[in-house]
Every structure is written in structure tokens, then in C-alpha cells.
């Protein structure tokens, strides 16, 4: 079965940390780079960070340089995003993906950052 499973999102204070988690098939994750986007109310989705499948590689989306971490678990199938010094423009629905990404999506987890 091909699958995205999003989690870790909530709510969280300007300033405060999060880590996502991403769990997904062999199918999407083995052999693959991975990345994570985001949607925000009102806005299209975006980019925000992908790995390569060694895990040697990453690239960010300049708003979130400096303040977020993407890594990956090979034999978890699992990418994470650790996201600190969180602001109120992070707040979205965060899901996982490959770059590009599938004709498909995951249900996401919602992260909200109070001010």
C-alpha cells in the first residue's frame, strides 16, 4: 500500500520547537530523495526542504534556512523536520512528499505558532 503518514504538528509559541515525522512506504521512500511542503491558509503550497536518500544532501527554502532541519531514517522508511525559532508565518499544514511531488498526498499535520 502506498502511503504518507504525517505527525508531530500542534501548537507552539513564537520562538518554541517542533520535529514532524513523515512514515512512508517503500514504495515512495526507498531509493528516493524526500522533502517536506507546507500550506498555509489561503496560500498555495510550498516548498520547504528535501534530502537526498543518502542523506548527505539537503536543501532549504529560504525562509526557513538557518531554523529548520530536515534528516531521514532509511530503515524507518522516515523523514523528519526539526523546526526551531518557530514564527507565526510557519504556520501550515506540513506534509511529505518526494521532489516533485506525487500526484498524491499524505492528510498532513497542522502546525499552528502563536504570537
Known amino acids: 500500500q502506498v502511503q504518507l503518514v504525517e505527525s508531530g504538528g500542534g501548537l507552539v509559541q513564537a520562538g518554541g520547537s517542533l520535529r514532524l515525522s513523515c512514515a512512508a512506504s517503500g514504495r515512495i521512500f526507498s531509493g528516493y530523495d524526500m522533502a517536506w511542503y507546507r500550506q498555509a491558509p489561503g496560500k498555495e503550497r510550498e516548498f520547504v526542504a528535501a534530502i537526498g536518500w543518502s542523506g548527505g544532501s539537503t536543501r532549504y527554502a529560504d525562509s526557513v534556512k538557518g531554523r529548520f532541519t530536515i534528516s531521514r531514517d532509511n530503515g524507518k522508511n522516515t523523514v523528519y523536520l526539526q523546526m526551531n525559532s518557530l514564527k507565526p508565518e510557519d504556520t501550515a499544514i506540513y506534509y511529505c512528499?518526494?521532489?516533485?511531488?506525487?500526484?498524491?498526498w499524505g492528510q498532513g499535520t497542522q502546525v499552528t505558532v502563536s504570537s
Open positions: 512528499n518526494r521532489p516533485p511531488p506525487l500526484g498524491y
